[in-house]
């Protein structure tokens, strides 16, 4: 998964906020950064799953129309 270019942590350094605010919300967004990924991973594990699933359908469709 690509990263922006501008490093979150950075802009959040930018808040008017106090220091265990800043780094709860930095933790946050770790937080989030790998549930993103665990969830990219899950749609590319379950794309694997289905593409054998669907070539074999359209096999079987292809065999139908004959």
Same mark, same amino acid.
């Given at each position: 998964? /690509?990263?922006? +270019?501008?490093s979150?942590e950075? &802009?959040? %350094? /930018?808040?008017?906020?106090? $220091?265990? $605010?800043? $780094?709860?919300? !930095?933790? /946050?967004?770790? &937080?989030? $950064?790998? +549930? =993103? %990924?665990? #969830?990219?991973? =899950?749609?590319?594990?379950i794309?694997? &799953?289905l !593409?054998? #699933?669907?070539?074999? !359908?359209?096999? !079987?469709a292809? &065999?139908?129309?004959?």
């Amino acid at each position: 998964m /690509q990263r922006p +270019t501008c490093s979150l942590e950075h &802009l959040i %350094d /930018q808040i008017d906020i106090t $220091e265990s $605010e800043r $780094e709860a919300v !930095k933790a /946050q967004v770790r &937080l989030a $950064e790998s +549930t =993103v %990924d665990a #969830l990219a991973a =899950v749609a590319s594990g379950i794309s694997k &799953l289905l !593409k054998p #699933l669907i070539h074999w !359908k359209a096999g !079987k469709a292809n &065999l139908a129309n004959r």
